[in-house]
């Protein structure tokens, strides 16, 4: 069974930073895209971050660009995103994903190219 569990969010003020978690649990890790995205109360989900678990380019939503890093440790199943400078905008559930198939047809790929999800991990922002 797939599962993917993230942990570290939390509240924290304007400026400030959190680091998520997420580890990948039943699945290889391997030669695949992972991601991060999140939604806001009453919005759409939209897309933050990806990585390609064999590397190379990774992707970030304008919003977040010098801001935020994703990253991985592929020996741990497990991918990361750094949040610095966090802004009251930021606040959102932000969920981990892994693609399926594990090879995406597009880059960066899209919410439809993820076929795992995890269950969430609330980061709230407050000025």
């Known amino acids: 069974q797939v599962q993917l569990v993230e942990s570290g969010g939390g509240s924290v003020q304007a400026g400030g930073s959190l680091q998520l978690s997420c580890v990948l649990f039943g699945s290889t890790y391997g030669s695949r895209c992972m991601g991060w995205f999140r939604q806001p109360t009453g919005k759409e989900r939209e897309r933050v971050a990806v990585?390609?678990?064999?590397?190379?380019?990774?992707y970030y939503a304008d919003s977040v660009k010098e801001r935020f890093i994703i990253s991985q440790d592929n020996a741990k199943n497990t991918v990361y995103l750094q949040m610095n400078s966090l802004k009251p905008e930021d606040t959102a559930m932000y969920y981990c994903?892994?693609?399926?198939?594990?090879?995406?047809?597009?880059?960066?790929?899209?919410?439809?190219?993820?076929?795992?999800w995890g269950q969430g991990t609330q980061v709230t922002v407050s000025s």
């Open positions: 994903a892994a693609s399926w198939p594990p090879v995406p047809r597009n880059w960066p790929p899209t919410q439809a190219d993820f076929g795992y």
């Open positions: 990585i390609p678990t064999g590397g190379g380019s990774v």
